[in-house]
């Protein structure tokens, strides 16, 4: 079946401008994963997502960062007001809970740059 | 608190010899450790797990590595490196208690010559 997939793959926007991004996780993953790579760095939690309950937000480094997950699938990541320092690349993950340990399977990433 | 130690930020290695890529954790309760492989331009690949029996795990591409209770660690090993196996490896822990979050290291760059 196909995979984790994102939108755009890369995405340059001016400082100050809006962006949207968009996740497309395995059919079936009940939960859902935003991490961030800047250059050079490891992989910075973001947000989760499980099924119904509220979502972890607890890597959110901003509030001109949100996100939401429609109808149990499709997320979308917005960052408000972009900054210099938001370039990155945003990667998602989704796996399938219930299961005793947590696989979790990664998108291609969206290369954001913030000019 | 889960974490993740990844000691060396880069690994060089010549081509045909063994590598070593260094992984240690810190977990409440019992430990499911990970490998995930990035090569260049592309997403997190999951390479091997561990998540109880066996100590050796074997995984993809000839990977295996060893769950050391005694000194938390996971080592990601290989016993001849190949100049397609230089990407960047990150080493990933849940604990028991805390299944629904993995916590992840900073990375290693392996970097194999030919």
């Known amino acids: 079946g196909a995979g984790v997939s994102q939108s755009p793959s890369n995405k340059v926007t001016e400082k100050g401008k809006d962006v949207e991004l968009r996740c497309d996780p395995i059919?079936?993953?009940?939960?859902l994963y935003w991490y961030r790579q800047s250059l050079g760095q490891g992989l910075e939690f973001l947000i989760y997502?499980?099924?119904?309950?509220?979502?972890?937000k607890s890597g959110l480094p901003s509030d001109r960062f949100s996100a939401e997950r429609t109808g149990g699938s499709v997320s979308t990541l917005t960052i408000q007001r972009t900054q210099q320092e938001d370039s990155a690349v945003y990667l998602c993950a989704s796996s399938l809970l219930g299961t005793t340990y947590n696989e979790q399977f990664f998108g291609p990433g969206t290369r954001l740059t913030v000019l | 608190a889960q974490s993740v130690a990844q000691p060396e930020d880069q690994v060089n290695v010549a081509e045909g010899n063994p590598l070593t890529v260094k992984c240690t954790y810190s977990v409440s309760g019992n430990p499911y450790l990970f490998w995930y492989v990035q090569y260049p331009n592309r997403g997190l690949q999951f390479l091997l797990k561990?998540?109880?029996?066996?100590?050796l795990v074997k995984g993809s591409y000839g990977f295996e590595a060893e769950f050391n209770k005694s000194q938390t660690s996971f080592h990601l090993k290989k016993p001849s490196a190949l100049v397609s196996d230089s990407a960047l490896y990150f080493c990933a822990v849940s604990g028991s208690y805390n299944t629904d979050k993995l916590i992840f290291g900073t990375g290693t760059r392996l970097q194999v010559f030919p």
């Open positions: 997502f499980q099924g119904n309950s509220a979502p972890d």
């Open positions: 059919s079936g993953h009940t939960a």
């Open positions: 561990y998540i109880t029996g066996d100590n």
